[in-house]
Structures are given as structure tokens and as C-alpha cells.
């Protein structure tokens, strides 16, 4: 009896340790999210992970608009160790899926209903060839205005800007008052966030779609696309000397601390805004940028889930995805994150005045056709085309070409 007992708490004590280094499940997930919006937002999914029992290892790779992320990405691919889940956007997806990198979730996606519940434009990029590889966190949108309210009282702006004429006014107004008008970081996607919205202004939908979904040369070299160039041409002289490279959290900061009247800035910027304490419609404006109002140009997060082996790595992915796909997570996510549920079904009454006008517009662009990819965050055209935009818009607003010798790249651009 002695000699088993003895035995026993042998064996416990000699399994005890090991048992306690036995990895739980666990998901890598490698992401862009690291500004303090961001990861308040992230925080809420791992947490909800953690209280499921499946540990978090964090990969996050600076750099908004996630080019450095997806850098990263190549690097950890061709080493033969993909991380479970990876932050990408549109096309990017796609062409991970082609290259047969990503997971199959068609059953997981089957039990839960995805298709019923996940707005097409969206499964346009979660699914490839039929195949559910990706789950969408959320549906942010780059054509908005984030303005400091006591910055535009000082400066004697007292109404809304409505055109881009008016728009164009005010920001002269804040900057005459001493402040910077327009809070910009000269990074190229930084400037073709911007872009996507002038377009939308300058051409309307219609013109966005022949010119940059079409490539059609015409449209890309019309005087319209010149009118285009010539706006950016007008922000650019309203933005402050130290602008370029600077961080767009750091350029939200600006006008967080009222040091700059406006960003033109995707949704995500009210992350920043919500993470320091300021309360929409009090201490902030948000507003589609003045001309745009019923457009929305749209790009979503998803997480691509990539092949992983191991029946405890894949349990531990498919829990991810449902953790994603829940509702009530996508309700607090996006809440914290500034966007907009990627399920029809999530109710809008926990969502700031923000974030209720962001999925009234969501749902009234998709209703008369007026939603758009974003050129900017891949939902327009593949990475490649996207960089080669990305190029003419960056030497544009830095002044190496002018409008027209722009209107011309662009049109060589879309060529290649
Ligand atoms: C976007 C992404 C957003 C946001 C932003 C800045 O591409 O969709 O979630 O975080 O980059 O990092």
C-alpha cells in the first residue's frame, strides 16, 4: 500500500511539472494593429480567446496600411513557419488563397451560417474559389473627416463644411487662426487614403469605378482625373513643414490635442480619439469628406487562416474564427476599433454617433451601389497595380510632378 502510494506521488511529481509546460492551444497572429486605438480593440479578442481557454502569441509588425506586415508575412512563409492567422486585406487574400497558402473554414462556415450573414462585398475577398479562407473582423472606410471642435470654434468655423469648396474655406480658416489645418503623415498609403476620398468628390462613383476598377484609359486620363490632382495639389498646402513620414496615429494625435483643426483619415482614426477619452460630437466632428456623402469607400480586416498541422493547431483555428465571427464580439470590437460589424445582424445600439452614421451610410451605399473598394487598402485592385498608384499620388502631394505629368503616370501605371 505504502509502496503504491509512494509510487503515486512519484509519478505526480515527476508529471506535474511536464503537465503544467504542455502548451494550451494556442493561435499565432500576426497583425498591424499597434497604435493605442488598435490594440484596445485587439485586446477584446484575445481576451475573449484567453477566457476560451486558447493562449494568444502576438506578432505585431508596425506600419498603418500594413505593408511592412505583409513583408513580414513573405519572410515567415518561405521559412516554412506561417503564423495561424494573419490581419490582410482584399486582394492580398486572394492571392494567398491562389498560391493554396490558406485553410478551408467551409465547414465551420457551414455550421455557422456565414453565408446568410456576411455582406457580399466581403465574401468577395474571404472566400476563393468557393472556399471560405478568411473571416472578416470588421468594414472600416477611408472617406471620412476627423475635426477638433474647439480648434474649428477658435478658428470661426461654425458649420459643417458641405462642399469641398466650403472644405476647402475652413481649413484655410484654421490654418489663418495659427493652427495646422490639416493633420497629414507623408506616408504613400497615408496619401492614397486621402486619394480614395478626393476621387469619390471630385468624380463621383461612377467615375471611381471606370477609372480605378476599370482602368479604363479614358477616365484615367480625363480632365477629371487633372481636377483630382489639382485637390490634392490644394491639401498639400495646407498640411504643416514636418509631415513627411510621420505616423497617422501621431497625426490623429494633432488634432486629439488641438494642434490641427482636421484629418482626412479612414474610421480607424476615432480609435485614437475614443482611446484618448474624447467624446464624439462634443470634443470631435466626424463627417464624410464634403462631396462624398452617400458614397462609402470601403476596405475590410480579415484574418486569413493559414494551413496549419497538428489537430490541436487546427482546433485551436477554428476557435479563433468562431471567436471572430461572434456576435457580440463583433458588436464591443468595433466599437473600440471605429468601424463597422462585418454580420448584417449586429445591432447598431452600442455604437457612438460615429459608428451609428457609419453603418446607416454602410447600409444606404449598398442599397444604391455606391459602395466601393478602397485603392488605397487593397480593395480595389491587386497589390502590385495599388503600389504603382500608390507611386504617382506619393510624387504628386511631394511636389516632384506636377498635375498633369500625374494625370499621365497614372494612366502609364495602370498599364503595367
Ligand atoms: C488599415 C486597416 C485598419 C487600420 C489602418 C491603420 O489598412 O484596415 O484596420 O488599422 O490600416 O493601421
Redesign the pocket.
Given at each position: 500500500m505504502k509502496k503504491t502510494t509512494l509510487a503515486l506521488a512519484l509519478a505526480a511529481w515527476v508529471s506535474l511539472p511536464a503537465l503544467a509546460q504542455q502548451p494550451a492551444q494556442q493561435v499565432e497572429v500576426l497583425h498591424?494593429?499597434t497604435s493605442g486605438g488598435?490594440a484596445a480593440a485587439l485586446k477584446v479578442l484575445k481576451s475573449n480567446l484567453e477566457k476560451d481557454g486558447i493562449g494568444w502569441k502576438d506578432s505585431p509588425i508596425a506600419g498603418?496600411?500594413?505593408e511592412q506586415a505583409m513583408t513580414a508575412l513573405r519572410a515567415r512563409v518561405s521559412a516554412g513557419i506561417p503564423p495561424t492567422a494573419v490581419q490582410m486585406?482584399g486582394f492580398d487574400i486572394q492571392d494567398w488563397a491562389k498560391d493554396g497558402r490558406l485553410a478551408n473554414l467551409n465547414d465551420l462556415a457551414a455550421k455557422e451560417g456565414w453565408d446568410a450573414v456576411v455582406p457580399a462585398p466581403l465574401q468577395r475577398f474571404s472566400k476563393h474559389a468557393g472556399q471560405w479562407v478568411a473571416v472578416p473582423v470588421n468594414i472600416?472606410s477611408t472617406n471620412w473627416v476627423w475635426a477638433n471642435k474647439e480648434v474649428l470654434a477658435k478658428a470661426g468655423v461654425t458649420a459643417e463644411p458641405k462642399t469641398w469648396d466650403e472644405f476647402i474655406a475652413a481649413a484655410e480658416s484654421v490654418q489663418k487662426a495659427g493652427f495646422i489645418a490639416l493633420a497629414h503623415g507623408g506616408q504613400p498609403w497615408q496619401e492614397a487614403t486621402i486619394f480614395d476620398g478626393v476621387v469619390l468628390a471630385t468624380g463621383g462613383v461612377d467615375f471611381y469605378r471606370k477609372a480605378f476598377i476599370e482602368l479604363d484609359p479614358a477616365a484615367l486620363a480625363s480632365p477629371t482625373m487633372e481636377k483630382v490632382f489639382h485637390r490634392m495639389s490644394q491639401l498639400r498646402k495646407l498640411v504643416d513643414k514636418d509631415f513627411s513620414g510621420r505616423d497617422?496615429n501621431v497625426a490623429s494625435g494633432m488634432v486629439i490635442s488641438g494642434k490641427a483643426g482636421f484629418q482626412i483619415m479612414?474610421d480607424?482614426a476615432k480609435g485614437e480619439f475614443l482611446n484618448a477619452k474624447k467624446v464624439p460630437g462634443k470634443d470631435f466632428a466626424c463627417f464624410r469628406l464634403p462631396g462624398t456623402q452617400g458614397m462609402v469607400s470601403f476596405?475590410s480586416?480579415q484574418f486569413a487562416m493559414f494551413l496549419v498541422k497538428g489537430a490541436d493547431k487546427v482546433a485551436a483555428q477554428q476557435k479563433l474564427a468562431a471567436a471572430i465571427m461572434d456576435k457580440g464580439f463583433q458588436s464591443a470590437f468595433n466599437v473600440v476599433k471605429g468601424s463597422v460589424p462585418a454580420r448584417t445582424d449586429v445591432s447598431d445600439k452600442d455604437f457612438d454617433d460615429c459608428g451609428k452614421k457609419g453603418i446607416k451610410d454602410l447600409a444606404e451605399a449598398a442599397r444604391k451601389n455606391t459602395l466601393v473598394g478602397s485603392i488605397a487598402?487593397g480593395h480595389a485592385v491587386p497589390a502590385s497595380l495599388k503600389n504603382a498608384f500608390y507611386d504617382v499620388i506619393t510624387r504628386h502631394f511631394n511636389g516632384q510632378i506636377d498635375d498633369k505629368k500625374a494625370v499621365a503616370a497614372m494612366v502609364a501605371a495602370a498599364r503595367q
Open positions: 498591424w494593429w488598435e498603418g496600411g500594413g486585406l472600416h497617422w479612414g480607424w476596405n480586416d487598402h
